[in-house]
Structure formats: structure tokens, C-alpha cells
């Protein structure tokens, strides 16, 4: 837990405390706090490349979750003439930022307005109703381009410290779902009346979206499974501590370093085989890391421990090898400003940053493979959509692709085997891309 600037004690503020049904550990020494996390993910090569590219597979969201195609809950005609809003799963960028969530502590009941600028990217999806939800489906034109407004917000949000009405109807559906961790955290229910009238409760603000602007730190990497790696910061502020994590079948490396000061680079000696344990093993490790370094940045116990358990599966059991790492909040504030009104006594907001990382063997055994792919009949077809679907790429697959295309020369007969191979690839459950396109 992140240590508190007074600590509080005596028996009438502890029961005082418990009144509002949190315990006191759980409360800023501000009477009104509010609390956030996220992640931005990237997907760089071993030049340090980063990569546009699209996951495939839809969010893992509740069906109640608003998003640019869906922003009132029901269907949406087109917004203008032959434009379609794309999702962001229809959508190729740089960067993903993924699951930003806003907490808020109170000893008192209150209203607030939230509002969030995203002013270099895209927001896709959030959940409780936006005052103005249909801005986030209105395309813009700028420089001839096609964008959509970059800001929300959520007005006459109703913070309801020690509610347990109202956190009795939080929505929840019967299907699995990373969502609901993050509210395994002390924060208030909040209360927001949405623009069709209906009244909805959650545990906190939350959103996502896409950008084009490269993240903050660099990796780059020599040798065939990236033994030697190099990170460097072209952030204006320092970034760190950072994880270097890699999983191979049974087995993960970690290496843990310090935080990085801006235009520093930094080399490091990953040798898997050397320093390689059991996966389990490690990977209890780096979360327990990880939970300590975001208490350490501002979050709460619980507040860390959700968004280690949210992002468990893809940060730490992924198989491949990305490089985590925490991003100050003077970053946070300026990519994405927020602005509270009433202004909290305390903003605590903490970013992970994610670079997953395309090794070169990752990359020489795709090539390989689309090489027999495109020349092989049909068994020889099917035993190369088997070999692509063992290299680990996952939902990377598709930077993967891009970036093998990047680096060769282009004809048509690779280009065609590529994407045909990319499409047999997909998982079952991938969901149709729906891009920026003419409508029919």
C-alpha cells in the first residue's frame, strides 16, 4: 500500500471510518481522493520499430460497455455520408490504451463532473452513459482526414461513500470477464443518470481508446531470442521501474531494472536459457513486483491487486516476452488530461506501460512458414497454419505479418499467401473488422 501522508489512529476516527464502510487504510488523508490506472500497449520489432497493428479478437467487455459504433447502447445509422465509425477492434494503430478506470473516495456524499481529453488519439468504449455520447460517433474532418471528437464526459456523477444499495446494482452479466475485477477495490459506488433517463451504478469511470503517437520507451534487440536488449526513454519525463518478462512453454525469465531518466538508453543481457524457472514460479514473482511498484507510484493495496488480477492473463501469461513498465503521472496528465469538478484534495493517477516484443526467430519462423504456405498444396497449407499458431505470436500475429511485409521486397504472390495465412490464423472468435470504409 502506498504510504499515507499522515497516519490516522484512535478508536473514534477508526469507528467513524468503518461508518462509511471502508477501513481506514483504504482512506486518503484528503477527505475527497481520486484514484486511476491504465495501461497503453505497443508492439515493436527488433529494431525498436513500433508497429501499427489490430488484436483481432473483440475486447473481453460486458454487452452493457458503450462504444463509437454503439454509443447510445442500440445500433447506430451512419453518422455522415459514406463514412462508418470504426471500433476498436476495426481499428490498426500504434498504441492501444486499455482499460483506464477512475476511482473516488469520499467521506461525504457529492456530485461531480469528469471530464477526459484524449487529444492526440480515440476513444472507443466507456461505461457509465457519457453526457454527450454521441460526440464520441461524430466524425471530424481535419486536414482532409476523418477523426472523431476526443472528449468525454460524464456529468452529475453521484459518489455514494458506504451505499451498499447501490453497489448491489452494479450490472453484471452471466459471461466471464476481466471487467469485474477492477472492482475489488474501497472506492465509493458511483451514480450516474444517463441521457436516456435510466439510472446506472458502478464502481467507477471507465474507458478505452487507440493513438498513433509512439509510446514513451523504445526496445530494440540483437540475437536470435533477443539475448541482449536495449530499452531507451524518449519520454520527457523518467519511466520505470521496468520488467523484462519472457515465456517459453514451462518455463519465464524475468529481469527487473530501475527507473530510466529521459534520453537514456540502457543495455541489457536477457539469456533466457541462463536465468529461465518455472513459469508459475515467476510469474508469482513479477506480480507480486508489479502490485509493489504500483502502490509505490500512488495506488492502493487493492486498487494495484485489481489491476494486476484484470491484466494477469495477458501481462503474465501470454507466452512471449514484452517489457512492462510504470509511467509517472506528469506523463499521464499530459497525453491525457482529466479535470474533476470539484477538484479532488488528492489525484493519484498511475499508467503500465506494455511493449510486446517480435523476436527475430519469431519472425524468421513466420517467414518460413508463409513460404510453405504459399508454395505447398493443400496438406502442406494446413500443417503451416498449425506451425504459425505454435510460434506464440497470439493476437500479435497481425504486427507480425505487417512487419515482415515492411522488411521484404513485395510481390504479389507473398503479400496474397500472407494475408490468406493471417486470415486462417485468426481465432475463432475473432470479430469482423469494420474500418473507416464507404458504406455500400
Known amino acids: 500500500m502506498k504510504t499515507l501522508p499522515i497516519f490516522v489512529a484512535g478508536f473514534a476516527l ?9 477501513p481506514p487504510e483504504a482512506e486518503s488523508s484528503a477527505s475527497f481522493a481520486a484514484h486511476e490506472w491504465g495501461t497503453f500497449t505497443s508492439v515493436q520489432g527488433a529494431d525498436g520499430v513500433q508497429l501499427e497493428w489490430n488484436p483481432w479478437v473483440a475486447p473481453e467487455l460486458p454487452k452493457f460497455v458503450y462504444d463509437v459504433r454503439n454509443p447510445l447502447g442500440r445500433q447506430q445509422k451512419l453518422v455522415l455520408p459514406n463514412v462508418r465509425i470504426a471500433g476498436k ?64 464526459r460524464w456529468g452529475g456523477v453521484e459518489i455514494l461513500p458506504g451505499d451498499d444499495a447501490a453497489a448491489g446494482k452494479f450490472p453484471k452479466e452471466a459471461a466471464g470477464s476481466h471487467y469485474y475485477a477492477a472492482r475489488e477495490t474501497d472506492a465509493a459506488p458511483l451514480h450516474v443518470k444517463a441521457v436516456d433517463g435510466s439510472d446506472q451504478y458502478e464502481k467507477f469511470l471507465f474507458y478505452r481508446g487507440v493513438a498513433q503517437f509512439q509510446a514513451p520507451l523504445e526496445v530494440s534487440h540483437w540475437g536470435e531470442n533477443a539475448e541482449q536488449i536495449r530499452i531507451q ?24 531494472e530501475p527507473v530510466l531518466d529521459p534520453g537514456v538508453m540502457d543495455d541489457k543481457n536477457f539469456r533466457f536459457d541462463e536465468i529461465a524457472r518455472p513459469a508459475d514460479e515467476v510469474r508469482q514473482e513479477l506480480g507480486a513486483k508489479l502490485r ?96 504459425v499458431n505454435n510460434i506464440g505470436l497470439g493476437r500479435f500475429a497481425d504486427p507480425a505479418f505487417r512487419h515482415l511485409a515492411m522488411k521484404l521486397p513485395s510481390t504479389r504472390e507473398f503479400s496474397q499467401a500472407s494475408f490468406t495465412l493471417l486470415e486462417a490464423t485468426k481465432p475463432a472468435n475473432a470479430k469482423k473488422q469494420v474500418d473507416l470504409a464507404d458504406a455500400p
Not at 14 to 20: C, D, G, V, W, Y
Not at 89 to 98: A, C, D, I, P, Y
Not at 234 to 243: E, L, N, V
Request: glycine content about 6%.
Open 89 to 152: 477492434t476495426g481499428t490498426v494503430s500504434r498504441l492501444r490504451m486499455e482499460t483506464p478506470v477512475i476511482y473516488f473516495y469520499s467521506k461525504e456524499r457529492r456530485t461531480v463532473d469528469v471530464d477526459v481529453n484524449f487529444p492526440d488519439g480515440r476513444v472507443t468504449e466507456w461505461y457509465p452513459q457519457l453526457a454527450n455520447p454521441k460526440a464520441q460517433a461524430t466524425p471530424a474532418r481535419v486536414d482532409g482526414l476523418v477523426s472523431t471528437q476526443t472528449t468525454m
Open 233 to 256: 526513454n524518449h519520454a520527457k519525463q523518467p519511466m520505470g521501474p521496468y520488467f523484462i518478462y519472457s515465456i517459453r512453454g514451462n518455463k519465464a525469465a524475468l529481469v527487473e
Open 292 to 387: 509493489a511498484a504500483l502502490t509505490k507510484a500512488g495506488l492502493y493495496e487493492k486498487e494495484a491487486a485489481a489491476m494486476v488480477k484484470t491484466w494477469d492473463d495477458s501481462w503474465l501469461g501470454e507466452p512471449g516476452l514484452r517489457v512492462l513498465y510504470v509511467m509517472p503521472q506528469k506523463w499521464a496528465d499530459e497525453v491525457l488530461p482529466v479535470k474533476i469538478s470539484p477538484a479532488p484534495a488528492e489525484m493519484k493517477r498511475v499508467f503500465v506501460g506494455r511493449a510486446e516484443i517480435l523476436t527475430n526467430a519469431q519472425e524468421w519462423a513466420l517467414l518460413k512458414e508463409t513460404l510453405h504456405y504459399a508454395e505447398g498444396g493443400a496438406l502442406e497449407k494446413k500443417a503451416a497454419i498449425a506451425a
Open 14 to 22: 477508526t469507528a467513524t471510518f468503518s461508518a462509511l464502510g471502508r
